[in-house]
């Protein structure tokens, strides 16, 4: 049973670039979430999507956006790249639902660097 | 806005030590994870905690959660270097079960041997 993956492994682009990032989540899960983490940080919410809509957004700007594919699977998409979103985006999935107690799965996560 | 605030941020100890990381906030949460990372990798999931005053075990670690469902606590015993990681804890709000995790900002754990 695959666990949560997500590809690119690495990426390197430069300033206002746009990146497109991919998850795929474990299998049984219909929820995908998004979280941008800072090296020595938490992660920080980006924002969720459940039945190919976004369910909740963080306090992220516009130029970030997302998709979720009838078969669960979700895209992030960040336009105009700044310096300050080089970090480790992490995908998490979770089974929506009474009873699931918002237990998130994560990849490895896309070690992204904007130059 | 909700804050998870863990403490210490940095803990370094020697192998076969015990220490206790705890994860604090003013507000109340629906359920509330422990979660290890290693650099470079995703977080893991090592426990789920629900209910106010339970405690769950997972080997040589102890987790509780408060009565009052705003705080919790990871105890581990006699630490070796394979613990070495980020601890983060998360939860999330109020009465949801969906939505995001918020995270506490981490305790970056060295065990030396």
């Known amino acids: 049973d695959a666990g949560v993956t997500q590809s690119p492994t690495h990426l390197i682009k430069t300033r206002g670039q746009q990146v497109t990032l991919r998850c795929s989540p474990k299998?049984?899960?219909?929820?995908v979430s998004w979280y941008q983490q800072a090296l020595g940080q938490g992660p920080q919410f980006i924002f969720q999507?459940?039945?190919?809509?976004?369910?909740q957004r963080g306090n992220f700007p516009d130029r970030f956006s997302g998709h979720q594919f009838p078969n669960y699977s979700s895209e992030l998409n960040v336009n105009a790249l700044l310096l300050g979103d080089s970090a480790l985006y992490l995908c998490?999935?979770?089974?929506?639902?009474?009873?699931?107690?918002?237990?998130?799965?994560f990849g490895p996560g896309t070690r992204l660097t904007v130059l | 806005t909700q804050l998870l605030e863990q403490s210490p941020q940095f803990l370094s100890i020697q192998e076969g030590e015990n220490l206790t990381v705890y994860c604090n906030s003013s507000?109340?949460?629906?359920?509330l994870q422990w979660y290890r990372q290693e650099p470079g990798e995703g977080p893991v999931l090592l426990v789920t905690?629900?209910?106010?005053?339970e405690v769950k075990k997972l080997k040589r670690l102890t987790f509780q959660f408060g009565d009052a469902r705003k705080d919790s606590s990871l105890h581990i015993t006699a630490a070796q270097p394979g613990d070495t990681g980020l601890y983060l804890c998360?939860?999330?709000?109020?009465?949801?079960?969906?939505?995001?995790?918020?995270f506490g900002q981490g305790t970056t754990l060295q065990v030396k041997p």
């Open positions: 998490a999935s979770s089974l929506s639902g009474i009873g699931s107690y918002n237990e998130q799965f």
């Open positions: 998360a939860a999330s709000n109020g009465s949801s079960n969906t939505g995001k995790l918020i």
């Open positions: 299998s049984g899960h219909d929820t």
């Open positions: 999507y459940y039945e190919e809509e976004e369910r």
């Open positions: 905690v629900v209910t106010g005053g």
């Open positions: 507000s109340v949460f629906s359920s």
